[in-house]
């Protein structure tokens, strides 16, 4: 029967969408199993094949738990805010909405053609006014909340109002920006603007003075992943260190928590690791140094206080505030040119940069607290601001990066020992070694020698023991126009926000996206955005008088601050009233499974552990970690297609005689090849972009042949391919198919359009075990043992396999099967019913199909999965190799049952056996039950 994969996936995808098969119900009874996909991001250019990977695999264990009886929560929503669509705005004068909505058409399109089982009736996007109402409000919660660190958790501002109240700062342990002290009746007498700025030093939203990427080109604030080599991803313009106020998340707060969580999830150990990294706990001490000559302070936080005696210089971070007053006259035209270099790069590029260091001499000198010897303070790009205190004590005999800047600036090295004898022999790094010009140091160990020298730090009142973390505040603005409003106005310069009645401030029209001739965000075009306080409402800007009508926030959110609690709206996104009911939210819990990029891991996946905690923080929802467990799924890659340009000139080499030349590779489409080989046509590339109309060819043997290459599929390297012509060639089932065929889940593999025809052909020899020729024939029989065999190995692998990720080698369970089940004529409804659900998960529509001919009028979604019976899987007989000296001479069929001596007695007796024997005695007989007979003679 000829099997018709466009006219059956058209069917069921439309018969899905009519009867709402997959929409989810909050039905409290049912155990629940919540399935999720990493948010993504709708570009224009629509998803190639490497995109639906990820979905194929959580598509088929969403299905599996349905099977198996659960509520299962599979919903799908777009991270609809972004920079690709408000530069295309700028560019077209397109607003970024339409763009958007473009695009997201577009997805849908295509994911629906894939045959997802998601909950559409669930769908979210981040820059719908409904959905980011909510985003605006767990702002504003965190604006009124700070971080208790004797409960350790976030409370309302309204108990650290309460405490200022009772006792000012006393007993006071909060996370903080900078230590206050004050008492109750201080608090009292403030002013209300001078209490509003004391609550923004512990606001978990907070606004203050940040170091940031700033891109004057695209006139915005960049994160670190989105700039490449100091310039940004998008575009390519350079980037610059700047001091701006901005706002900012107190993500710090939640640092050692964010770090204890990861022991709880099921992650990959890789992603782990990173966030443990990024997070950087550690424990030494703060230590002050006076400056030669000033007032100031050099305060340091250093793990190896023990090695004090040994530091011979200082550093500071270019950005230190320190820097402007102690740099020298004669050292400030030397300093202010090392500061200007160092804002042309990022803080990644300067922590990347290992090898090469830099810097400048401020002029001024530390004294070491404990030798008293003058220290010179330098500043360098390999320090950083937001790390410590955005100063180091620099000790070049064990810290590889101050021995290179000592050796550079001609500094002195002094080196650290563990004992006197030590001097000469011991290399210079060990975590064992501690100074020995201290005589209350002198041959300690390590550990022994850290307590102590904090101790003497401690007493000597220059400093204490503490714990550090490198994680920094997350930068919460952005000066773009295509993102989430902040919900605040300015009264008397202080951030108020708004009453939740005015939720959502909505995105206003502008006339242009770029930035005001002032320099404001494009927001400052906008001509109704005031806040009138009195009436509670939107007005024109033109009323704001800074009595009655206020200015409003003029930045928008990060594209994170949508992606960070998405998860929590797909439990109830049409709720008006609060951002998912508890009771459902309660239910729901976590995300028990979650497939995305491991390029996530420092980005959304640690912000979203962070708003998750602050949430269950304050009382919203129940688990402290929104992910229980994740997997990475890896690449699908492209094979790209490289013609090699003469330098200088439009003439292209082939490949193999490009040797001969100075050329440049240079991508191209691959469509322009000649069918499935590598021989470009030449003609096809000339007409593709008009700077090859003219191009000239150097052939080999009357052909151009180009370069290939596996890559990451990508549109800016031309190797895409089309989810759509697949699916329109082999069918939605058999793209779902090839994809979990490829290899396993976490691992990146090449795509190959040729290897389709396989699955292809799988799939038309599991739809003609339904038919005999163009009949649909299914018998009623009892199957015999060895139908049911091949049906319960089945089972029996498949869900190990789907329980284990394991999903490629399913696929080839499934094609063992069918061609087992094909040998022996099998058509009986025993045996191919449960076939079909066996494989529906993967294979869906085809599956429908073939349930709907067997006589079903409801979905295959909800039949139960078969249940495995071990019966069928018991040998009732062993095919044992016989060997003569270890070389196998024949085989012999005998019941399972049977002892070794009886298995002896059995060979011995067999015909075959007396042939190869000619009358002689074995000397040894050796049997391995159910496995081998092995005879010596």
């Not at 020995?436 to 850290?450: H, M, Q, R």
């Not at 972009?689 to 000239?696: F, G, Q, S, V």
């Not at 060997?883 to 012999?892: A, T, W």
Request: proline share 5%; aromatic share 12%; charged share 25%.
């Amino acid at each position: 029967m000829f099997y018709d994969h466009q006219q059956i996936e058209k069917k069921w995808q439309k018969y899905w969408e009519e009867n709402q098969t997959y929409k989810t119900s909050n039905n409290t009874d049912k155990p629940k199993f919540y399935v999720l996909d990493m948010f993504p991001y709708p570009s224009g250019a629509g998803l190639h094949v490497g995109h639906p990977l990820g979905y194929i695999a959580s598509d088929i264990y969403a299905r599996y738990k349905r099977h198996q009886g659960f509520n299962v929560l599979h919903p799908v929503g777009y991270d609809s805010f972004g920079l690709p669509a408000e530069q295309y705005a700028i560019q077209t004068g397109t607003h970024p909405a339409v763009t958007t909505e473009q695009n997201i058409t577009r997805y849908e399109e295509q994911l629906r053609k894939i045959g997802f089982s998601f909950d559409w009736s669930r769908e979210v996007r981040t820059s719908d006014a409904s959905y980011y109402k909510w985003t605006q409000w767990i702002f504003i919660e965190l604006f009124h909340s700070w971080y208790n660190k004797d409960t350790d958790k976030a409370e309302s501002i309204d108990t650290l109002i309460k405490h200022f109240e009772e006792k000012g700062t006393v007993g006071l342990n909060a996370n903080q920006n900078d230590e206050l002290n004050f008492t109750a009746e201080e608090w009292k007498s403030a002013s209300e603007i001078d209490k509003e700025d004391i609550l923004l030093n512990y606001r978990l939203a907070y606004r203050a003075e940040t170091t940031v990427n700033w891109c004057p080109a695209l006139g915005t604030v960049l994160a670190n992943d989105e700039i490449k080599d100091g310039k940004s991803e998008r575009g390519g313009f350079p980037v610059f260190q700047k001091k701006m106020m901005q706002w900012s998340m107190r993500i710090s707060a939640y640092s050692e928590r964010l770090l204890q969580g990861l022991k709880t999830l099921d992650w990959p150990q890789p992603l782990k690791d990173s966030q443990e990294y990024w997070i950087g706990k550690s424990q030494g001490a703060q230590v002050k140094f006076n400056v030669e000559g000033h007032d100031e302070i050099v305060e340091v936080f250093t793990t190896r206080p023990d090695t004090i005696f040994g530091a011979t210089f200082m550093v500071l971070a270019p950005e230190n505030p320190l820097v402007e007053n102690i740099t020298t006259d004669t050292q400030k035209a030397e300093v202010d040119t090392y500061i200007e270099e160092t804002s042309k790069k990022t803080e990644r590029d300067r922590m990347s940069d290992v090898k090469n260091v830099s810097g400048a001499f401020t002029g001024s000198y530390a004294i070491n607290p404990f030798s008293g010897e003058k220290m010179p303070i330098y500043i360098s790009d390999y320090v950083l601001m937001g790390y410590g205190t955005g100063a180091v004590m620099a000790v070049p005999a064990h810290d590889e990066r101050d021995h290179r800047f000592a050796k550079k600036f001609n500094l002195e090295i002094k080196k650290v020992v563990e004992t006197e004898e030590d001097i000469h022999e011991k290399s210079f790094d060990s975590k064992d070694s501690v100074c020995v010009n201290s005589d209350f140091l002198n041959g300690l160990k390590y550990k022994e020698a850290k307590a102590l020298i904090i101790d003497a730090i401690e007493k000597k009142a220059i400093g204490h023991g503490t714990t550090n973390y490198r994680q920094r505040d997350a930068i919460f603005s952005r000066q773009r126009y295509w993102g989430e409003p902040v919900p605040i106005y300015y009264k008397d310069g202080m951030p108020y926000t708004l009453p939740n009645s005015a939720l959502p401030l909505e995105l206003p029209e502008v006339e242009k996206y770029l930035p005001t001739e002032d320099g404001d965000p494009p927001l400052g075009n906008a001509k109704t955005f005031a806040w009138d306080e009195a009436n509670q409402k939107i007005v024109d800007t033109n009323l704001i008088d800074d009595k009655n009508v206020f200015p409003l926030e003029l930045s928008t959110m990060p594209g994170w601050a949508g992606s960070s609690w998405y998860f929590l709206r797909y439990m109830d996104p049409k709720n008006d009233e609060v951002f998912a009911n508890k009771e459902l939210s309660d239910y729901w819990g976590q995300v028990d499974l979650y497939i995305g990029g491991s390029e996530h891991a420092t980005g959304h996946l640690l912000y979203s552990r962070f708003w998750n905690m602050f949430l269950k923080d304050r009382g919203y929802i129940k688990n402290d970690e929104p992910f229980q467990k994740l997997i990475n799924q890896g690449m699908i890659l492209g094979m790209s297609a490289f013609a090699y340009r003469v330098e200088g000139t439009n003439q292209f080499v082939s490949k193999n005689l490009a040797k001969d030349y100075q050329t440049q590779e240079i991508h191209v489409d691959v469509s322009l090849l000649k069918g499935t080989s590598d021989e470009l046509d030449t003609e096809a590339f000339k007409s593709w972009r008009p700077d090859y109309a003219d191009a000239e060819f150097i052939l080999e043997d009357g052909k151009y042949i180009t370069g290939r290459e596996v890559e990451k599929m990508s549109k800016s390297k031309y190797n895409v391919v089309n989810p759509d012509d697949i699916c329109e060639e082999y069918g939605a089932d058999g793209l779902r198919l090839y994809e979990m065929f490829l290899g396993p889940l976490e691992q990146s593999k090449p795509w190959n359009t040729q290897g389709l025809s396989g699955v292809y052909g799988f799939l038309k020899k599991f739809w003609n075990l339904y038919f005999n020729e163009d009949t649909f024939e299914v018998s009623e029989e009892e199957p015999t043992k060895a139908e049911y065999k091949v049906l319960h190995t089945l089972i029996k692998k498949v869900v190990y396999d789907i329980e284990n990720f394991s999903f490629n080698t399913s696929v080839s369970s499934f094609m063992i099967a069918v061609n087992e089940l094909q040998k022996l004529k099998c058509n009986k409804r025993n045996i191919l019913q449960p076939l079909a659900v066996i494989v529906s998960p993967y294979a869906p529509h085809i599956c429908e199909e073939v349930w709907n001919l067997l006589g079903h009028n409801s979905s295959i979604e909800f039949e139960k999965f078969p249940i495995l019976n071990e019966e069928y899987l018991v040998e009732d007989e062993i095919e044992y190799p016989v060997s003569i000296n270890g070389k196998m001479k024949f085989k012999i069929a005998l019941p399972a049952t049977l002892s070794a001596k009886e298995v002896e007695d059995l060979v011995l007796q067999n015909e075959k056996m007396g042939m190869l024997l000619e009358g002689k005695t074995p000397k040894k007989i050796i049997v391995v039950p159910k496995k081998i007979v092995n005879i010596v003679i």
